[in-house]
């Protein structure tokens, strides 16, 4: 075997060996995500406790609630955003346990949320353990807004 | 004058095609007259996109909000800098800037080789200005700069910058990332014009040698730029988050690394010159790729630049059209790429560089794997699926540890075959020295340390060792063969050798900058709700919340919370996080507070200010991530020293 092989061959040995590690370290709950919209998870109906989910969405109209002595904010995500639909009556509850949102995080507000699903009192709720924000098209909802009061 | 700039671009597009058109006719018919005309093409190009770009940095700076471009990304509330900075704020800005960057390195390219390589340089033009035809057909006709809004659309002011870009790092960050990109054109045009002409030597990458570590280096700025501003500015006490636009700009860099690495082997050896061509159109293509990842919405990033899908496939079509070509042409001469040498041991230097280029390839693959893994899902099972920082940490440690590894013995085994008698005289202290950290970091850190942390400084440990022997050994030489004084052997090092001994220093930087992520093992964070008064403990610090007050009435507003920093009775410092509010924007962000040493940093972010007067403050304490920094410091000292010219240079072949 010339030397080029072999080093070849040292390199797929060491790159396995780097597969069998990231695998076994890996496995298991919270390194892959599916990452769904709001319409998509009711579509696809996941199993409670099937695994950690990223879900997209918007934050819905005064929803948020931020209960500061336990720690913990409330909130609840619809699929499309809210200053071109309004309100929708399809969204989903998200318990996060930490006070600590991010900036862009208000009413309207695109977000991502990664968590597990869990039933309370009967309904399906995503229970979060981190909420990132998104940039809103600015300039794209300001226009909206402006066609919309001269109509 | 944005009249000026449109017509101005559509001239431009003229001009090059003309120029390819005559850079082609001078290629095949041996005119070397034409090749004169396909370089001032490019001469001219750069003018006009320099024009275009004067009149968008004038309509920037007066505030011409009939401009669509001026009217989304910059307001009458910005002062000047921030004004002309929003010229890559957005899509057709940041494109127009990439054609001005892209023009301006080939007329430099034009110029520093107009009297050499008369074969090469009609191919380069035509490269060069098919790469600038592609930015200047966007310009023209998808997203145009110069737009102006329609009557009914036009406010007396504009949207504003986003606030988190009004920052000094950020002004800067995407012009050393394009310079940095686009930079590469110049090593892959005289890759591809070697390929189409047959002049197959060291000729191509010799003379790109000083272009391309300039842009590596430049790239390299641009990517650490991006880590402290996110770090300062972003309020999430990371500087790094595996995220899809990061990741971007990261895989180019790697793919150079190896490449800069490899083309010592071609310029000593005559080997790996498939490898080097390999890597340079792997660089310049991921470059693109980037910038379609970025542009295109793709895969979801916290940073939207545009949610365009269609316009961001015009940009993966284009990256793969770039390929197809060029590595069309690498299939086309790949018999004539043999090498009269072969690999005689695997203990060998060349080996040690065929594994370094296996090594970053690896980390290449994870990095473009986990990023692009929603897409591989979705279009295989239906399901899109994501991966965090997690994955890419778990697999990129130890591929990192690896190349670390490589940094100490690469450099020092020998060339051809290495025998157990050069081994044990070159890595018997550098071996010693990594014992010795290994038995005192084990007993200091015993149980509190994770492995790659203590790998991580072992081989930092072992390369300092062979980088300080490396320097001993050759200024000790001069100093008795010739009687120089150690300062003037150690400047001579640099004078003649600049690329082995300023890499040695790059590699210290690297290394450095490995030690400052390892200390996120040992990272802390606290989420704690206080009254005025009350105080918070972490670690041997104590953070007394003492007032918020009122941020004085500007373009933006907000809080500014006051935190007192003890270390047992010393008072430290006195903590100022903010809660802005831009008000232009309706934006809030979060401006942490930051005490700084070598050992770690103390990092506080105020959350909110809670209805009933408390503050809710979020505290990360992050050991060693300073090191982060100085490496960056010590990395970039490291390139000044590569780059520098010097007056007598011979060329540096011994690597």
Partial sequence: ?151 | MSELGDYALTLALVIAVLGIGSGVYAGVAKRPEWTRVAERSLLVVFGFTSLAMLALFTALGTGDFELRYVAQHSASTMTLPYRLAALWGGQSGSLLLWLWILTAYGSAAVFAHRHRHRNLMPWVCVVMLSNALFFLVLTNFVTNPFERLPHTEVFSDGNGLNPLLQHPMMTIHPLMLYTGFVGFAVPFSFALAAMITGELGTTWFRTTRRWTLFAWAVLGVGLLLGGRWAYEVLGWGGYWAWDPVENAALMPWLAATAYLHSVMIQEKRDMLKIWNLVLIGLTYCLCLFGTFLTRSGVVQSVHSFTNSGWFGFIFLAYVALIAAVFFGFVLYRRSALGSPHRLESVVSREAGFLLNNWGFMALLVVVFWGTLLPVFSESLTGERITVGPRFFNTLAGPLALFLLFLTGVGPLVAWRRATAASLRRQFILPAGVAAAATVVIGIVFFGEIDFFAFACWVLTAFVMATVSQEYFRAIRARVTRRGESPGRALLHLFRTNQQRYGGYVVHLGIAFLLVGVSGAAFNEERLENVQPGDSIYIADYRLQYLTAEAIPAQHYGGAKARVALYRGDEGLFVMTPEKRMYWLEEQPTSVPSIYSTSREDLYVVLSAIEPDGSATLKLYRNPLVNWIWIGGGVFILGSVLILWPHSRARSATAA
Wanted: aromatic share 8%; proline share 4%; hydrophobic share 40%.
């Fill in chain 1, 1 to 151: 075997m010339s030397k080029g092989a072999q080093i070849a061959l040292g390199a797929l040995v060491i790159a396995a060996l780097l597969g069998w590690y990231g695998y076994t370290t890996l496995a298991g709950g919270g390194t892959y995500r599916y990452y769904k919209t709001l319409d998509e998870f009711r579509a696809d109906s996941p199993e409670i406790g099937s695994g950690s989910l990223r879900l997209h969405g918007y934050v819905a109209l005064d929803s948020i609630d931020r209960n500061v002595p336990e720690r913990r904010v409330a909130f609840r995500v619809q699929n499309d955003p809210p200053h071109r639909v309004g309100a929708s009556a399809d969204t989903v509850q998200v318990f996060y346990g930490s006070l600590e949102t991010p900036d862009l995080f208000k009413d309207g507000a695109e977000v991502v949320v990664e968590g597990h699903l869990e039933q309370r009192h009967g309904d399906t709720v995503l229970v979060a353990d981190n909420v990132m924000a998104k940039c809103p098209s600015k300039f794209q909802a300001r226009a909206e807004a402006e066609a919309s009061q001269a109509l």
